[in-house]
């Protein structure tokens, strides 16, 4: 069974950053696509960036792109989600999940095999 495990949240002042991991176990992670969502409160879960199993694809939502990068690692089954230039509006709970199905299934949010716990990330003006 794949399990997925982030670590890294924490405070930060606006324009600052963080960096968070998702280590996933149970399966190689080569074989599935990676993604980052986020759920501020009162506010419904949102697609962040996912990775390619082969770490070759990536995608963004326009409100990250140019300040998030994703990345993976298969040979530590970790993905990585670095976050530069944070800004309030980043304040969320944020979810690792996999599907093997991809990165484009991994955006439309629908049914997907795995989630993480969720690692909170606080930005303060």
């Known amino acids: 069974q794949v399990q997925l495990v982030e670590s890294g949240g924490g405070l930060v002042q606006a324009g600052g950053s963080l960096r968070l991991s998702c280590a996933l176990s149970g399966r190689t992670s080569s074989i599935f696509a990676m993604g980052w969502f986020r759920q501020a409160p009162g506010k419904e879960r949102e697609f962040v960036a996912a990775?390619?199993?082969?770490?070759?694809?990536?995608d963004y939502s326009d409100s990250v792109k140019g300040r998030f990068t994703i990345s993976k690692n298969n040979a530590k089954n970790t993905a990585y989600l670095q976050m530069n230039s944070l800004k309030p509006e980043d304040t969320a709970v944020y979810y690792c999940?996999?599907?093997?199905?991809?990165?484009?299934?991994?955006?439309?949010?629908?049914?997907?095999?795995?989630w993480g716990q969720g690692t909170q990330v606080a930005v303060s003006s």
């Open positions: 990775i390619s199993g082969s770490g070759a694809t990536t």
């Open positions: 999940s996999a599907d093997h199905r991809g990165t484009t299934w991994l955006r439309s949010n629908s049914e997907i095999e795995c």
